[in-house]
């Protein structure tokens, strides 16, 4: 009898295991012996928020414990944008959480992105200001838009109450030191195109990590397990099956 793999993937910021369905459908038809499971951060899915501000510690944690119950023959990780920023920030402290890891989009590097949060932070509160202005009051929700979209941040659009603190905390921190702490093989996926987290980190990423392979899927952006499922089913077939 055959060994089972089981495969468990960390959403980036607003995925859930809903998300992730057509994926994982894609996986389980596409690689034999390998179960999938998606862990619901808490905010998202069907987990709630924690009761107070959360950094990627905390989230590593949840899902270090989550990980202990699924664990069953050999295991891979797979974290996918602010999901590897959790997943890096585990590994790099517990080498035996995994068998291998799997890195797509991984929000590592957030130090570099600090200027423009400052600066578009200073202009939001302008503009709480200036939109108690009577006849100014019906163009605020147009205006966050164009600002968030204008700072790259279409994610702090989708989050409310404890989730935007969580957000304003996890994009500040940078774990970019811990990934020579990572000394289980890692794969490294990455859209050639992706404008959320560029190439360029993910080729920092594959240095900085002792063990490590990149694979750019040529034309891919951010969301690789929405459009490019073929292409990332065949990366992770052939790292399960060696």
């Not at 402290?93 to 291998?100: E, L, Y």
């Not at 949060?117 to 202009?123: E, H, K, N």
Request: aromatic share 10%; net charge positive; glycine share 8%.
């Amino acid at each position: 009898m055959k060994q089972v793999n089981t495969l468990v993937i960390i959403p980036g910021w607003g995925g859930s295991a809903k998300t992730w369905e057509g994926f994982v459908s894609f996986v389980e038809k596409h690689i034999p012996n390998t179960v999938v499971h998606v862990i619901d951060l808490p905010c998202f899915g069907k987990e709630p928020c924690p009761s107070h501000v959360w950094g990627v510690a905390e989230y590593a944690s949840f899902v270090k414990h989550k990980i202990v119950h699924l664990k069953k023959g050999r295991l891979f990780l797979f974290g996918h944008s602010f999901g590897g920023q959790v997943a890096a920030y585990l590994v790099a402290r517990d080498q035996n959480i995994c068998d291998q890891l799997f890195l797509s989009g991984a929000a590592i590097y957030r130090s570099k992105h600090l200027l423009k949060r400052v600066f578009f932070g200073g202009l939001a509160k302008i503009g709480k200001i200036l939109f108690l202005i009577p006849f100014l009051k019906k163009y605020k929700n147009i205006a966050r838009r164009l600002l968030y979209k204008t700072a790259h941040s279409p994610d702090y659009l989708k989050t409310s109450s404890v989730q935007k603190e969580i957000f304003k905390k996890v994009i500040r921190e940078d774990i970019s030191r811990d990934l020579l702490n990572i000394l289980v093989h890692t794969t490294i996926i990455w859209g050639e195109k992706d404008t959320y987290t560029p190439l360029k980190h993910g080729k920092q990423i594959a240095e900085n990590i002792p063990n490590a392979t990149l694979h750019i899927i040529p034309n891919g952006t951010h969301g690789l397990h929405l459009h490019q499922k073929k292409a990332v089913t065949h990366i992770i077939d052939t790292v399960i099956s060696a």
